[in-house]
Every structure is written in structure tokens, then in C-alpha cells.
């Protein structure tokens, strides 16, 4: 492979594309190895991909739409935003959105690692993460020229900052930040100047938490202006697999991002936008997922703690972030030899040197295995 193949990688001219990190899960292939080789084979919790069937309510509606010739519409059929809208207000609480504020996308992650430059962040601006956050936050900002800035919860951004990044409940931590918090995030935001997107993807998953999204009315009043909330079916419908997000809020900057993804051809295929409106319809299917992730982590915790970890965070999300008191590789080594792979914290900042995190995205069947090897 030629360096030109490489994220920052020099071409035939000689210009650098952008300074990207290192993919973070390429450094786990020695420990996933050692998983690997237990006798019992490999419970990987390092990543959060779904593993339960798609729910039949959305395969059939895939399979309805399967002969579409055309291009899809890039805003999204009428019916599509419409129950997004309804979904929205019914499950969380959202009210006043308009269905011309709702924009489909291709999961979260390729919104996440393109919203800065869409929304003209330049060289020179300050992107605010969270101080562990999702590594693609970071990403986006680089892909745009921009430096981050981690901030602890209730920290201000600085001045210069022209988009500041949300996520509650959280990845890694699972970290939920209540209404007060979200709004004292919201005014800090604003008094600056700054977008704020508010990455929901976990909203569905409160546990000792109940999340609420930046588009309630007890966080932003009666205003959703700058305010952009980002969500995804990956985990909430199981739907990973065929990459189907949407992002809302502030009716204006949606215009902007709807213009701009016309252009690039960021279009949600129409089976998927056929499926997604089924999925906002139905909250059947969101229960019985919600059912099974409560079920894993009611297994993994208990377990965890009897060998000596300490669990903190963990009040809503996909992940338990867990800790024994040791460097994070340490610990990636300790349960690489029982079999088990987890994603050191480091992945996520500076600050989840001494945590890993653990993910519920395994089979009954593997997070018992996991179980069992803990209290070995």
C-alpha cells in the first residue's frame, strides 16, 4: 500500500490530505488475538455493533421497497419526516419540530465526521468535545482545519469556539447529564456563538437515568435556534447494518445542511427510508432491543464488580465503563487472557487511562461466557 492510500498520506503531487489519528481499533489486534485463542473462543465487548436480527416490522419493509429504480429524494419522503417527527414528540418529548427540519443521513457516524466543514467551521476555529468522547468528534474537527477543545461537563467553551459537541447519554461513559445541565451547556453555547449538536443516539437507553434530548423544551424553551440534535437507528432499531440516521433542530441550519448534501449526493437509499419511517411508526421493536441490552448488563455488572472492578458512570448508553485501579492496557491484557476483548479508555481522551469500556453489543450466549470467565 502506498503512502497515498493513507488517511494523510502523501500523493502523486505531493500535497498531504488531513492530519488524521490512527484508526483506535487497529492497536487491539494483538490483544484480540489472545482473545482469539481461548480455548472457548472470543467475547469481543470492544466494539458496539448490533448483533440481533434486524426487527421482521423493518426487513419487510426493505423488501417492499427493494425495485426502486429512481433517485432518492435527499430531504427524505414527506411520510419518512413526518413520523420522525411524530416519533420524536412521542418518545422524548420533542415538540414543534417541523418535518422540513429533519434531514435523513447515512447513520451518524459519516454526519458526525462531516458536520464541522458543512457547517463552515474554517482553520483556525475551536470544535468543544467532551472530555472522553466518540474519537470521530476529533475527526471531523481535523477534517475541517479545526482544533478541539475538551471540555469537562458544565465547562464553558472559549471564545472562538464555533461548534460544540453534546452526547448524553454518553460514549464511553454512559455518563447522563440532566435537563440543568444540558441547558447550562445550551446558554454557555449560545453566549459564544456556537452550534451546539447534541449526539442522541443513546436517548432510547436510560437505565438509573432518565436522558433528555437538547430539543426539549425544559432544556432550549421555546427556541431551537443553533441547536442541532443527531440520531441514529443503529442501536435504538437494531439497523447498523444499513446506515440510517437523521439530524434536526434549528429549522435554518438544516436548510443549509440539506443544500449542501444535495450537492455532495449524501442520500439515504430509498428501501432504508422506506424502513426508517416503519421504525419511527413502531415502538414495539425499540422495547423489546431496550429488553435485551437491560437484560446483558444486569449479567455483566454484578460480575464485573466480584472481580474487583468498579463500575462509574453507566446510567443510560451501551457500554459499562469500568475500572480496576490500573493502566487501561492492563487491564485490556487481564481479560485479552480470559478471552475477553474491551476497548481501552484511552481511545476516548486523555482523562480514560486508567478505564475501559465494556460493551452490552454481544449474544446472551457471549455475555454469559463473559460472566463466567469474570468470576473464574
Not at 180 to 186: D, I, K, P
Request: charged fraction near 20%; proline fraction near 8%.
Amino acid at each position: 500500500m502506498s503512502p497515498a492510500d493513507h488517511p494523510g498520506g502523501t500523493g502523486p503531487s505531493g500535497r498531504r490530505g488531513p492530519d488524521l489519528p490512527s484508526f483506535p481499533w487497529d492497536s487491539l489486534s494483538g490483544y484480540a488475538s489472545v482473545a482469539r485463542a481461548h480455548p472457548e473462543g472470543v467475547v469481543d465487548l470492544s466494539v458496539g455493533t448490533p448483533v440481533d436480527p434486524v426487527p421482521p416490522v423493518l426487513q419487510r419493509a426493505l423488501s417492499a421497497a427493494a425495485d426502486s429504480p429512481g433517485y432518492p429524494a435527499t430531504h427524505g419522503t414527506e411520510q419518512l419526516r413526518e413520523a420522525a417527527v411524530d416519533s420524536l414528540d412521542r418518545r422524548y418529548g420533542i415538540r414543534g419540530l417541523a418535518a422540513d427540519a429533519v434531514l435523513p443521513t447515512l447513520g451518524s457516524k459519516e454526519l458526525v465526521a462531516w458536520l464541522p466543514m458543512l457547517l463552515g467551521v474554517r482553520p483556525g476555529d475551536l470544535v468543544a468535545i467532551p472530555d472522553l468522547a466518540y474519537p470521530t468528534y476529533e475527526v471531523g474537527a481535523r477534517l475541517a482545519g479545526a482544533e478541539t477543545v475538551r471540555l469537562s461537563p458544565g465547562q464553558a467553551p472559549p471564545a472562538g469556539t464555533a461548534l460544540v459537541w453534546l452526547n448524553s447519554p454518553s460514549n464511553p461513559t454512559g455518563r447522563v447529564l440532566d435537563a440543568e445541565q444540558l441547558a447550562t451547556s445550551v446558554r454557555a453555547a449560545r453566549d459564544v456563538g456556537a452550534v451546539v449538536a447534541s449526539d442522541e443516539c443513546y436517548l432510547s437507553l436510560g437505565w438509573e437515568a432518565e436522558p433528555v434530548s437538547v430539543l426539549h423544551p425544559s432544556v432550549c424553551g421555546d427556541s431551537f435556534e443553533g441547536l442541532l440534535a443527531v440520531h441514529s437507528l443503529s442501536k435504538s432499531s437494531n439497523f447498523a447494518g444499513y446506515r440510517a440516521g437523521l439530524v434536526t433542530g434549528d429549522s435554518e441550519l438544516v436548510r443549509g445542511l440539506l443544500e449542501l448534501r444535495k450537492h455532495a449526493g449524501m442520500i439515504v437509499p430509498r428501501p432504508v427510508q422506506e424502513a426508517m419511517t416503519v421504525a419511527f411508526r413502531d415502538d414495539d421493536h425499540v422495547r423489546v432491543q431496550r429488553d435485551l441490552y437491560a437484560s446483558r448488563r444486569a449479567v455483566l455488572w454484578p460480575e464485573l464488580e466480584r472481580a474487583g472492578f468498579t463500575v462509574e458512570h453507566s446510567r443510560g448508553g451501551l457500554y459499562l465503563w469500568a475500572t480496576r485501579g490500573e493502566d487501561a492496557w492492563q487491564t485490556v491484557d487481564w481479560l485479552a487472557q480470559r478471552g475477553i476483548l474491551a476497548a481501552p479508555g484511552t481511545f476516548y481522551g486523555p482523562g480514560g487511562g486508567e478505564h475501559v469500556r465494556i460493551g452490552l453489543t454481544a449474544t446472551d450466549e457471549r455475555v454469559d461466557a463473559a460472566a463466567k470467565r469474570l468470576a473464574e
